[in-house]
């Protein structure tokens, strides 16, 4: 027992000693105190899940204060003002993160998508063409490029994204559908048909299946 409580009184004299005495020592004691980073963004990040968003991006601003150049704390700001309605916040913490990371291609999609929701659709294209630069496989960005090309009256390159699209993933529904909205709005029916009964064929209990069989229907005549 007074082995055991001697240990202890050298182990306490020691740190005692350490703090006292020896400044350089005594700081990397205290750093090695604070809270890491990860801990404080999954803190923030678990309030945000818990929709508890005031008390989330408090957590998010002190885990800022401690460490302001860390991008993920950034991207963990501007979840929460997403999702709080703050667009224009979250836009300014996304668009901060990416000059710390130009690389990372969901930043550059949150942007694209908060540019879009702006009305900034030629922002939102560039930043949509960044992501897909970083990674080309991403038929999700692929397919809302080609929207917003739509949107930019560029219907060349909105088709050239949809066709990218579907050999990315022939699975996913939405290229299907843009292509034969491209085609009906330039009345080649023989077109309209062939991607739409391709829609129905590959997932005939959609939302939208019986609309789509309305629009199937006119253009059948002109392709028989």
Same mark, same amino acid.
Request: aromatic residues 4%.
């Given at each position: 027992m007074a082995a055991k409580k001697n240990d202890l009184m050298m182990k306490t004299f020691g740190v005692i000693f350490g703090l006292i005495f020896l400044t350089g020592s005594g700081y990397q004691i205290?750093?090695?105190?604070?809270? =890491? =980073?990860?801990?404080?963004?999954a803190q923030?990040?678990?309030?945000?899940?818990?929709? %508890?968003?005031?008390?989330?991006? $408090?957590?998010?601003?002190?885990?800022e204060s401690k460490h302001p150049k860390d991008e993920r704390i950034l991207v963990v700001q501007g979840n929460i003002y997403q999702k709080m309605g703050k667009h224009s916040e979250a836009l300014q913490h996304f668009? $901060?993160?990416? %000059? *710390?990371? =130009?690389? !990372?291609?969901?930043? @550059?999609?949150?942007v694209a998508i908060l540019y879009?929701?702006? !009305?900034?659709?030629?922002? $939102?294209?560039? @930043? #949509?063409?960044s992501a897909l630069k970083l990674e080309p496989q991403n038929v999700? $960005?692929?397919?809302?490029?080609?929207?917003?090309?739509?949107?930019l009256k560029d219907l060349k390159k909105a088709q050239a994204a949809f066709e990218k699209a579907l050999k990315? +993933?022939?699975? #996913?529904? +939405?290229?299907?559908?843009?292509?034969?909205?491209?085609?009906?709005?330039?009345?080649?029916?023989?077109?309209?048909y062939l991607y739409l009964s391709q829609y129905l064929k590959r997932f005939p209990k959609a939302p +939208?299946?019986?609309? *789509?069989?309305?629009?199937?229907?006119?253009? *059948? =005549?002109?392709?028989?």
């Open positions: 205290v750093k090695m105190l604070e809270v =890491p =980073p990860e801990q404080m963004i923030a990040e678990t309030l945000l899940l818990e929709n %508890k968003l005031e008390q989330a991006l $408090a957590a998010a601003e002190k885990a668009e $901060a993160a990416l %000059k *710390i990371n =130009p690389n !990372n291609s969901v930043l @550059h999609e949150n879009a929701n702006q !009305n900034k659709l030629k922002e $939102a294209a560039e @930043h #949509f063409e999700q $960005a692929q397919n809302n490029l080609g929207v917003l090309y739509i949107e990315l +993933d022939p699975n #996913f529904p +939405d290229p299907y559908r843009n292509l034969g909205a491209i085609y009906q709005q330039q009345g080649k029916q023989k077109e309209v +939208d299946a019986e609309a *789509i069989r309305k629009v199937l229907r006119k253009s *059948i =005549p002109s392709n028989k």
